[in-house]
Nanobody, 122 residues
Framework: QVQLVESGGGLVQAGGSLRLSCAAS????????MGWFRQAPGKEREFVAA???????LHADSVKGRFTISRDNAKNTMYLQMNSLKPEDTAVYYC????????????????WGQGTLVTVSS
């Protein structure tokens, strides 16, 4: 079992920055690929970024160049640095984990955090 806890969400103006964290506990963090997903009101959950155990990363086109995913295996923590935020980035952000390689498909992730709300005002 893996427990995931997100933090770092909040209210920010357009153009601002936030850094989300996802703290993992339970099974060996390094064995798991990690991902960030988000869900805006009335919309389906969508892929944001993912990272393998060896820090190979994948970012959605909508956030490429603005968001950066990273992980610190020694701290069992994953991060999402979000710069140049836009109102359309407003959503609940979830971290997730799965054994094996990363994926854009949320259905392939086994463990999920409770989510953290990011609100970007115009």
């Amino acid at each position: 079992q893996v427990q995931l806890v997100e933090s770092g969400g909040g209210l920010v103006q357009a153009g601002g920055s936030l850094r989300l964290s996802c703290a993992a506990s339970g099974r060996t963090f390094t064995n798991y690929a990690m991902g960030w997903f988000r869900q805006a009101p009335g919309k389906e959950r969508e892929f944001v970024a993912a990272i393998n155990w060896n820090s190979v990363t994948l970012h959605a086109d909508s956030v490429k160049g603005r968001f950066t995913i990273s992980r610190d295996n020694a701290k069992n923590t994953m991060y999402l640095q979000m710069n140049s935020l836009k109102p359309e980035d407003t959503a609940v952000y979830y971290c997730a984990s799965r054994q094996g390689s990363y994926s854009r498909n949320s259905r392939l992730y086994d463990y999920w955090g409770q989510g953290t709300l990011v609100t970007v005002s115009s």
